[in-house]
């Protein structure tokens, strides 16, 4: 068989491999760059509906491939190709399925399906008022990884929240988009830099996390 007829490397198994020649387990990388490790094994698996956006998983694949060391615009590309590939699979329909089947539909059923439909986005709407009110608000930060050292004197620091939650940074309100996305730049003092990133939910409710960057100028 030809070389270029072997099929090529998925964005997922790229990162795998990389991982396991570098000896790493999924629990250490999560804890270091406080990634949950069910969100790694989906990368991993190139499950890209498991992200809630695909902005969540190209930042997630950006901040993982940087700490294996990998350059993140080429596994970024690999992942818009598989990505592309398979959105364009779902708009064909399984071998033998006809445009022109038949489905016999009844009032009943309808009635039935209305039903259900509204049972589940009742309980959908319970759910996410318990979660958002009770529980601890949603806090991801895509950039930067924990410890890294860094030679310009700005860094940009991106993540994602509820829409209604509203986020700190070092104290300072950040604004968010429609989707609860935020971006900041932070200018760095030289040495060592605490970011403390806060989440807060309407009834006061918080989730912290903390960066710690190094900040050397060059000459």
Do not use: C
Not at 168 to 176: D, F, K, P
């Amino acid at each position: 068989m030809s070389p270029n007829n072997k099929k090529m490397k998925t964005a997922g198994q790229i990162l795998r491999e990389k991982r396991k020649k570098k000896g790493l387990s999924l629990d250490e990388i999560a804890q270091e760059i406080k990634i949950r490790k069910q969100y790694l094994i989906a990368l991993e698996k190139d499950r890209y509906q498991f992200f809630p956006s695909i902005t969540t998983n190209r930042g997630f694949i950006r901040n993982y491939a940087q700490y294996l060391g990998l350059e993140p615009d080429r596994v970024l590309a690999v992942f818009r190709r598989d990505y592309q590939r398979t959105q364009e699979q779902k708009l064909v329909l399984p071998s033998g399925e006809s445009l022109n089947k038949q489905f016999r539909w009844s009032p009943r059923k309808t009635l039935i399906s209305l039903v259900a439909l509204f049972i589940i986005i009742f309980l959908t709407y319970l759910g996410y008022q318990y979660h958002s009110l009770l529980g601890k608000p949603r806090l991801e930060v895509y950039s930067p990884i924990d410890n890294e050292k860094i030679v310009n004197e700005e860094v940009l620091i991106e993540g994602g929240t509820d829409p209604d939650n509203s986020v700190t940074i070092n104290g300072r309100l950040t604004q968010l988009d429609e989707e609860g996305k935020f971006s900041y730049r932070l200018r760095l003092t030289s040495g060592e830099n605490k970011i403390v990133i806060e989440a807060t939910n309407r009834i006061g409710r918080k989730t912290k996390q903390t960066r710690t960057i190094y900040y050397s100028k060059t000459n």
